[in-house]
């Protein structure tokens, strides 16, 4: 099998559940870390223009609002967000399903908080329905290092790629010297005076 480069022209972003109380819960790494990774992603898809589907679940409830800063450098993914009821695996929820398909995209790249529920089931959920899968692993946590630790295990076991931001915004950018390189390695130099 010859691999491909994921890349904006082939690529859909989906960003799951970066709420402010689901993300506290997440200990295996720091939340500033977890934050910051996930901004990162969000600027490099606006910079490149990627396709990026958001979801949240029960935003009224402990899980909370969203990070307020993807409604600032993403309006309208913010805007048409799937807020889920309850649904633990967002590829169960149809309006998920829906907008992950309607990018028309079989390049998936996948963030959620947390690893361990949030972003396994959608993870092996699609490589099963044949779309190929790569998780930002440092762009969400769990609530233990051994919970991380499985849920990743799990996830490269059963065919979904691991990344991380760094590794993805390179492979995204293909080369630094165009005028979204350029403006890609401003992203990461921002994540390094953070």
């Not at 065919?159 to 993805?168: A, D, F, I, P, W």
């Amino acid at each position: 099998m010859s691999y491909q480069n994921f890349s904006a022209s082939n690529a859909v972003l989906l960003l799951i559940d970066h709420q402010i109380g689901t993300m506290s819960w997440a200990k295996s790494s720091p939340f500033e870390e977890v934050k910051r990774n996930a901004l990162m992603l969000a600027k490099s898809a606006n910079i490149l223009k990627l396709p990026v589907v958001l979801t949240s679940s029960m935003e009224e409830q402990a899980q909370g609002p969203l990070l307020s800063e993807l409604k600032a450098i993403l309006p309208q993914a913010f805007a048409a967000r799937i807020k889920r009821q309850g649904i633990v695996n967002a590829m169960d929820d149809e309006n998920f399903a829906a907008a992950v398909k309607a990018s028309g995209r079989k390049k998936i790249i996948i963030a959620g908080v947390t690893n361990d529920v949030c972003t396994v089931y959608p993870a092996l959920s699609l490589v099963r329905e044949g779309f190929e899968v790569q998780v930002v692993a440092d762009a969400g946590a769990s609530p233990t290092r051994m919970a991380d630790d499985i849920a990743l295990r799990r996830m490269e076991k059963n065919g979904v790629t691991l990344t991380t931001t760094n590794q993805l915004i390179a492979e995204l950018a293909g080369s630094w010297a165009t005028p979204q390189g350029g403006q890609l390695v401003q992203v990461l130099m921002e994540s390094l005076t953070v």
